[in-house]
Structures are given as structure tokens and as C-alpha cells.
């Protein structure tokens, strides 16, 4: 049983009166567990809709998406949450809580869990350490650099212990050094036996990549 | 208890905007600093009346003629004298008299000098001797506007058949006094008498009662003591008044004028739950962002709920902590300039009066739910809003 399923997945948004922007269109794909998957295809391919789509950031508008082969259509705003919790994710523009700190950053998942403060602040020392950032932990995420806010938002992703990580675009706002970096740490979490989907233009991800899917104009593209 | 984790987030959430953390404390205190002030002013008016009443006589007697209050004859003080239960009889004569070129509004007050309120100990001078010697016993805040010292003369102080007469200003009495008694001009019954031409003629007479008696004294005033007018056509009845019915005139006036303040501040909530809306649009996108953030990490609606309402209620708690304590600030070191006159007409600004206020925990507690309903119904909808809706659409 596939980890991740779409069924003729479709993403229209409506801007404007009548006009219709079809983000996706009749996508149907599986990802295993543990495959280290990259969501490839030009800007505004339908990458970015189909990752929110696998990550219950977004409902799809037909078709269905299924994880562990139950479907996501049916699911209150409460089991949604639920399944995301089982996800990790790495945003383009890191998303981070600009004016807290690093440490409150990385452990915000873990607050609706009820973990205390002080095994909050031990995992986010922890999951910091071999990111390099173990000593930036009470300083404010703002006065990071890109590469640095970026690690951090790993270290989120990675807060809860997550079935799998879902990233868009990480390193696209990051130097290369940085790219590296993060592409070395995907490559520990591959090695770990995560379930890594990534949406990326980046040639070294893709030589990575168990599986790369293709997307063009809001299709999969053999 | 993940919920008090949640909620304790809160206290980021203000550090996250703080900016519009400060602009929604203002707009709370625009509201509530007026609000607040003006209840401790309103509650400490009304402890002075309590305090007053409470110190005043058993009854209060005038005379009664078509349904208003007459003078009465000092001959009636003696019947009321002999009327059994009665332990004393204090006649005074209390009217009211404009004064100077602006006509400042005052109460004359005429009684034995040992009568005289002890509130209204003198602060300089002394207090003025009995009979027709024209000496004068004035109030602070009246001193102060007509700029009268001990020694100064009221030229000419009023006229009458007598021609026209001269008082002199032998003593001031303490701005600690309760404040109506800060426009008042204490003299002796006789100079009294003599400003009103009204000669043996009070106003008024304060009865003391043996205890437990004051009711039925009160029946034999209104059944045995009458006189004849002045061309002795018609007969004058006495009107008594005891404490209960003078009280709930006091309360009377009061539930009025707190009413229509109570108005007003309704309507100033309403300007300022606007205000506090207009405020959570400040950096709306950034919250919305915020929540769509919090969602994509795995936070549900309900637990992004909680934890606004724990920032609004930290946002009430500051607000209120901090309107208290300006409108005791205002109260306190600037006597309510602004707001005093709204429950004291007449009271000028600079005037050496204490404005009594009293700050109880009932109205603060309603400044912290006017608060907290302000602040809540400004953010929580905006959040829930955000909240419902799919995390991508919040962070696109």
C-alpha cells in the first residue's frame, strides 16, 4: 500500500469572477514509504498545489488524495490537522515566527502535544545540534541568515517526529554552501528511512531522488 | 494539560505584535480610563452622602405650603422642642446666593457656631461669633475663585431694608470637607437671618431623636406643630424627612446622573470595539500567515482559538491593569480635571477641593469585561475566520 495516493487529483482556483486558474488537473500518483521523491516541472507547473494537496495543507477540488490508503475527503478540519501532524514541512520562505526565538520555533509542534517547556527546549537543542545552530537557541529566528532560518525550519519539520517531510522548494532562497548543507541533511533523513517528497529544480535532489514525478501545466509528464 | 500550554503561547502571541498589542491597550484605556474614573467619582460622592447622612440629624423639618418647602418660624422650633422623644433642635437657615461681579454660585448656611460641622474645621482664621456681627465662614473653593483672604470685606454684600450691609471673611475652612461644602458661606443664625431679610425665620430645623423614636417624633411634628403665615390667612403645616427618605433621594440622583454616564460610556465602548477592530487589522497579513503557519504544523482550529483567547485575555488583563491605574493617577494627582465636573457642576478647574472618588472591586471587574468583550469580539472573529479556512490559502 502506497504511503501517498492521488486519484485524478484536480486543483482549480477561482480568481476574479468567472476566471478559472487550473493549478491541477486529473493527477493521479503513488509515493511508497521511505521514497525520496521529487516533484520536478517549471514554475507554476502545479508542483507547489500538489505537494499542499499530499500534505492536507489544501482540499483538492476533484479527485481524491489518500495517505496510507485512507482517503482525505471526508476528513473534518480536526482529522486534517491530525494527519498533518504525521508530516513535517519546509517552506520556500522558511515560515518562520519571525520575532521568536529559535528554540520556540522548532518546539511550536509539540505545544498542542503538551510537552512541557523545558523537553521542549531539550529537543530543540537536540534536533539544533547537528545543524550547527545549537547555540543560536534563544536568539530571535529574524537575525539568522537564509541558510541558517532554513535549518531551523528542518529542525520544525523534524520537531514531532514526522512520517514524512514534505519541502517546497527549500534551497531556492539559499547560497550554495547552504544548498549543500540542506541537501546533506535530506540525504541523513533518506538514509533514516524517511518519506521525503520535495518540490525542486535543483539537478543535485533530482541525482538524489528514488523518484522523480514530472509536472507540466498542471499534469504528470512521463 | 496541552491546553495550558496552549494558552500560556499567548504571551509569544503578544511579543509576536507588539506594536498592536500597545495599540489595543490604548484603545482600551481611551475607553475605560474615563469609565473607571468616572465610577470611583460617582462611588465616592456617594460614600461622602452616606458619610454625611449618616452624621446628620434623626429628621429634617421645613415648613410645607402647596407642595413646597417654606420657612418657618423660630416660635415652631419651640413646639418642636417640647415634642416628647426629641432630644435637640438645631434651627438653621440654608439658601443659596450668587456672589461677586460673575455671580459665583454659593450656599449660605446660618446656625449657632456650635453647630458647625466638624468636617469643616477652620484651616485659617476662626469661626465666626453669634449674632448680627456680619463675619463669614467661607469655603475653600470659594475662596479661591472670589480670591478671599481673612480679613477681606464682600462690599457690599447684599442689601435690604437695613441698607446695605458689609460682611468680613473671618475664617476658611478645610479643603478636606466633604466638596459640596467648599461653596458654602457658614455664618451665625442672626447674619443669616439678616442677609435673606428674614428675621426670625429659618429654613429649617434638624431634629435628634431618643433612639428608636425618630419615627413616631416624626408623626406628632406632622400632627401637632403648625403656624399661622405671616398676614395669618393660612395655616402652614411642618414637613419631616428622616434619613431613609433623604438617602434614597441621594440614591435617586445618583442612579440619574450615573445613568446618563453609563450611556455615554456605552456608546464609547461601541466607538471602541471599532477601534480595536481597525487595530487587529494592523499587520493582518502577517497573523493570517501566522495561522496558517500554526495550522500547517499541525495546530487545529480549536487550539488556535484558545490561544487567542488567551492573548486577548492578557491583552484585557493589560489593558485594564493599566486604565486603573491612570484613572487613579487622574483622580488622585489631578482631582479628575475634565471628569469632576460632570458629576460636581460648577466645580473649576484649580480649585483646592478634593474631588472624593472611590475605586470598589464591582466596577473594576466590569472595566476588565468591558475589556476583555472589547478586545475578544475584535480579534477572536478575525482569527476563527483565518482559522477555518485550508492552510495553504491562509499562507499563500
Redesign the interface.
Known amino acids: 500500500m502506497p504511503l501517498f495516493e492521488t486519484r485524478s487529483a484536480s486543483k482549480i482556483y477561482r480568481r476574479g469572477g468567472a476566471r478559472e486558474i487550473h493549478a491541477l488537473d486529473g493527477v493521479s500518483l503513488s509515493i511508497e514509504a521511505g521514497a525520496c521523491c521529487a516533484l520536478a516541472g517549471p514554475s507554476g507547473s502545479g508542483k507547489s498545489t500538489l505537494l499542499?494537496l499530499l500534505?492536507a495543507?489544501?482540499?483538492p477540488t476533484g479527485g481524491e488524495v489518500l495517505f496510507e490508503g485512507k482517503t482525505l475527503a471526508g476528513l473534518s478540519?480536526?482529522g486534517l490537522?491530525?494527519i498533518?501532524?504525521r508530516f513535517g514541512?519546509v517552506?520556500q520562505n522558511f515560515?518562520?515566527?519571525p520575532?521568536?526565538s529559535v528554540c520556540?520555533n522548532v518546539s511550536?509542534?509539540l505545544?498542542?502535544?503538551?510537552?512541557?517547556?523545558n523537553q521542549r527546549r531539550a529537543l530543540a537543542q537536540r534536533l539544533l545540534e547537528p545543524l550547527g545552530l545549537a547555540d543560536r537557541l534563544d536568539d530571535p529566528a529574524a537575525e539568522l541568515s537564509g541558510g541558517e532560518q532554513q535549518r531551523v525550519a528542518v529542525a520544525?519539520a523534524l520537531a514531532?517526529e514526522p512520517t514524512a517531510l514534505l519541502a517546497d522548494e527549500p534551497t531556492s532562497q539559499l547560497d550554495q554552501a547552504s544548498a549543500e548543507l540542506l541537501w546533506a541533511t535530506f540525504d541523513d533523513l533518506r538514509r533514516q528511512g524517511m518519506t521525503l517528497i520535495v518540490c525542486s529544480h535543483d539537478p543535485r535532489f533530482l541525482a538524489r531522488a528514488s523518484q522523480v514525478i514530472y509536472v507540466e501545466s498542471g499534469k504528470l509528464r512521463d | 494539560?496541552?491546553w495550558l500550554?496552549?494558552a500560556l503561547?499567548g504571551v509569544?502571541s503578544l511579543?509576536?505584535h507588539?506594536w498592536r498589542a500597545i495599540a489595543t491597550i490604548v484603545c482600551q484605556a481611551a475607553v475605560l480610563v474615563p469609565y473607571i474614573a468616572g465610577l470611583g467619582i460617582a462611588a465616592g460622592l456617594a460614600r461622602d452622602a452616606a458619610v454625611s447622612l449618616d452624621a446628620g440629624a434623626d429628621l429634617y423639618v421645613t415648613g410645607r405650603q402647596f407642595g413646597r418647602s417654606v420657612p418657618m418660624p423660630l416660635a415652631a422650633i419651640q413646639q418642636i422642642r417640647q415634642v416628647p422623644g426629641v432630644t435637640a433642635v438645631v434651627p438653621r437657615i440654608v439658601a443659596p446666593i450668587a456672589l461677586g461681579r460673575e455671580h459665583h454660585r454659593a450656599v449660605v448656611v446660618g446656625l449657632a457656631p456650635e453647630h458647625m460641622p466638624h468636617e469643616a474645621e477652620c484651616v485659617a482664621g476662626r469661626l465666626f461669633r453669634p449674632g448680627d456681627m456680619q463675619e463669614l465662614v467661607v469655603g475653600s473653593g470659594l475662596a479661591a475663585r472670589l480670591k478671599l483672604e481673612i480679613g477681606s470685606y464682600l462690599p457690599p454684600f447684599y442689601h435690604n431694608r437695613a441698607g446695605e450691609r458689609v460682611s468680613q471673611v473671618v475664617g476658611i475652612f478645610s479643603p478636606d470637607a466633604p466638596v459640596w461644602q467648599a461653596n458654602l458661606v457658614f455664618t451665625s443664625l442672626q447674619t443669616a437671618a439678616a442677609i435673606f431679610d428674614q428675621p426670625r425665620m429659618v429654613t429649617e430645623a434638624l431634629v435628634y431623636c431618643r433612639p428608636g423614636e425618630s419615627e413616631r417624633v416624626a408623626g406628632r411634628i406632622r400632627q401637632k406643630v403648625e403656624w399661622q403665615s405671616a398676614d395669618g390667612a393660612m395655616r402652614i403645616g411642618a414637613s419631616v424627612s428622616d434619613q431613609a427618605e433623604l438617602g434614597a433621594l441621594c440614591r435617586e440622583a445618583a442612579a440619574h446622573r450615573d445613568g446618563i454616564f453609563h450611556l455615554h460610556c456605552i456608546l464609547a465602548c461601541s466607538v471602541g470595539i471599532l477601534a480595536v477592530l481597525v487595530t487587529s487589522g494592523y499587520g493582518s497579513t502577517e497573523r493570517t500567515?501566522?495561522v496558517g503557519?500554526?495550522?500547517?504544523?499541525?495546530?487545529?482550529?480549536?487550539?488556535i482559538m484558545l490561544r487567542s483567547a488567551s492573548e486577548s485575555m492578557l491583552l484585557s488583563l493589560a489593558g485594564a491593569a493599566v486604565s486603573v491605574w491612570t484613572a487613579w493617577l487622574w483622580l488622585r494627582m489631578f482631582n479628575g480635571y475634565g471628569i469632576a465636573g460632570l458629576f460636581l457642576p460648577g466645580l473649576q478647574r484649580g480649585e483646592p477641593v478634593h474631588v472624593p472618588f472611590l475605586l470598589v472591586p464591582v466596577p473594576l471587574l466590569l472595566a476588565f469585561l468591558l475589556a476583555w468583550v472589547v478586545v475578544t469580539s475584535g480579534s477572536l472573529y478575525t482569527t476563527w475566520r483565518t482559522a477555518?479556512a485550508?492552510?495553504?490559502?491562509a499562507?499563500r
Open positions: 499542499a500534505g495543507l489544501d482540499r478540519d480536526i490537522a491530525r498533518r501532524r514541512f517552506f515560515s518562520l515566527l520575532r521568536l520556540e511550536y509542534p505545544v498542542p502535544r503538551g510537552v512541557g517547556r520544525r514531532a | 494539560m496541552s500550554q496552549i503561547t509569544t511579543k509576536l507588539p500567515r501566522e503557519i500554526l495550522k500547517a504544523i499541525g495546530w487545529q482550529t480549536d487550539e477555518i485550508p492552510p495553504a490559502a499562507m
